[in-house]
């Protein structure tokens, strides 16, 4: 079972900007949170990953509260391109590699 | 950096043959690689799990008959689809760790493969 629940979709225009929270209660003390964007028809493609607080990146900025029980993917001014799966990852297990996909948050932006 | 090359991104084969798909990490050396399963309108699903050198660890209800691993160097792993059946047919995604990165599990994917089986 996937570890983490995100919004199963979400609408924006246009040059907004876009928050799309995640929970992941049973994060582990040693977990990352990472974050893939996925268009169709090709792999995940990697935004950004975080242990706690904020980390920012050319793309995307990921904010995580002091629990890590939930972290938001922040994408600024996005656009027609930025329609797509965005999934939340935290690892399956204790000391494991292995990520297991949730259904994840299809980002429609309309013009 | 961290590119993962999938081969071939398309194919379509006759029912009952053998298909085999190359995931090649291009500029690092990826300790482990996964592949993973993905129909239409629904999540990636982890196949199995290679590492270097040792055989892979699939996932419960992953024949590993009929999906065979090879993960022989730290670029390359291969699986192949034997005596392929329509019910085969799905996009097929690889993806790849960075071993020396031991506290981020950031895994670096290929473009996929679809495979339809006539």
């Known amino acids: 079972l996937a570890k983490t629940t995100q919004p199963i979709s979400m609408d924006s225009y246009e040059g907004q900007e876009v928050n799309i929270t995640c929970s992941h209660n049973n994060i582990a003390t040693n977990d990352y949170i990472t974050w893939y964007q996925q268009f169709p028809s090709q792999g995940p493609r990697f935004i950004i990953q975080?242990?706690?607080t904020k980390v920012t990146n050319e793309v995307a900025s990921l904010f995580i509260p002091a629990d890590r029980k939930s972290s938001t993917l922040s994408l600024p001014r996005v656009s027609l391109s930025d329609t797509a799966v965005y999934y939340c990852l935290v690892p399956s297990g204790a000391g494991s590699y292995q990520l297991t996909f949730g259904k994840g948050t299809k980002l429609s932006v309309i013009p | 950096g961290a590119v993962v090359s999938q081969h071939p991104s398309w194919v379509i084969c006759k029912s009952g043959t053998s298909v085999k798909i190359e995931c090649r990490s291009l500029?690092?050396?990826?300790?482990?690689m996964f592949w993973y399963r993905q129909f239409p309108k629904q999540s990636l699903m982890l196949m199995a799990t290679?590492?270097?050198?040792?055989?892979?660890?699939?996932e419960q209800g992953v024949e590993k008959d009929k999906f065979l691993i090879n993960h022989a160097s730290l670029t390359l792993s291969t699986l192949t689809v034997t005596s392929a059946h329509p019910e085969d047919s799905s996009f097929y995604i690889c993806?790849?760790?960075?071993?020396?990165?031991?506290?981020?599990?950031?895994?670096?994917f290929g473009d996929g493969t679809r495979l339809s089986i006539l």
């Open positions: 500029d690092f050396q990826a300790t482990t």
């Open positions: 290679s590492n270097e050198g040792s055989k892979a660890t699939y």
């Open positions: 975080g242990y706690k």
């Open positions: 993806s790849a760790r960075e071993g020396r990165f031991v506290d981020h599990t950031a895994q670096h």
